[in-house]
């Protein structure tokens, strides 16, 4: 009887604890962690529209979406003042997801998900020499 008493009361110490460092936690960075469902579901559903994914891979690549936005909003928040190391760390990321698409999507998808990366990250000129300038 002792030692369940004691095994409860060290379980309550530590489980206390653990809940106090957690509160600590959302304290210093209020809000829920995890990104929006609604955002998560349309960067997935418009992957599956460019990428034509099966089942299977909507649902594994919603889960890789899930993290990468989560971990995303972290990063963000976390190094929001050195820029430069908050870039490594997000083209640490990107390379993260790279690597989780290519084991859930086949070679085709990947080349396609690899030309739409390009296509977003590269910046486009203004149409008429004119535009965007001081002239």
């Known amino acids: 009887m002792r030692t369940l008493l004691l095994t409860f009361l060290l379980i309550g110490t530590l489980s206390s604890a653990a809940f106090a460092q957690r509160r600590d936690r959302y ?5 829920d962690t995890d990104p ?15 990428l034509h994914l099966n089942e299977a891979q909507f649902i594994k690549l ?11 909003e972290e990063i963000q928040w976390q190094y929001v003042e050195d820029g430069q190391l908050r870039n490594a760390k997000i083209a640490e990321l990107e390379a993260q ?20 990366q390009k296509r977003d990250s590269t910046p486009t000129g203004p149409a008429n020499s004119n535009e965007g300038g001081l002239g």
């Open 27 to 31: 304290a210093e960075r209020p809000g």
């Open 36 to 50: 929006s469902i609604e955002r998560v579901d349309e960067v997935t559903r418009q992957m599956s529209t460019q």
């Open 62 to 72: 919603r889960e890789v979406n899930k993290v990468k936005l989560a971990r995303l």
């Open 97 to 116: 997801y790279e690597a989780e698409c290519g084991r859930i999507l086949t070679p085709s998808q990947l080349s396609l998900f690899r030309e739409e």
